[in-house]
C-alpha cells in the first residue's frame, strides 16, 4: 500500500444555478415539476422557507429531514401551491402518493 506524498488537499467549489430554475423556466406549463429539497435537522421555520423556495420552480416539493429517516422509516412531507398533503412514513407510501398526484394531474 503506497502512502500518499499529500496529508491533506483543500477543494475549492463554486456555486452553480439550480437545474430546477432553468427547467421551470422553459417548460413551466408544458410539464409538471417535482421538486425535493433534503434538510439537515432543520426546525419548522426554516422547512418551510426551503420548501418555499423549491415552490417558486416546481409544482410540487418532497421534503425530507435527515433526522428523520432512519433504515425502518423515510418520513417525508408534500407541499404544493395549496398547501401541504398528510404526512408519510415510508418510501412505498411516497411513491404511491407521487404516481397518485401524477395520474390526477398530468
Known sequence: VSQSRY???????????????K??????GKTKIVGFKLTA???EKTKIEKVN???DHADL???????????KNHHYEIFNSSGRWPEGKTKQDLAKDLISWAEKNI
Open 61 to 71: 416539493v418532497v421534503l425530507n429531514d435527515l433526522k428523520e429517516i432512519t433504515d
Open 41 to 43: 435537522n432543520a426546525n
Open 23 to 28: 427547467l421551470y423556466d422553459q417548460l413551466s
Open 53 to 55: 423556495k423549491v415552490l
Open 7 to 21: 496529508q491533506s488537499m483543500t477543494i475549492e467549489l463554486e456555486p452553480r444555478h439550480k437545474i430546477l430554475d
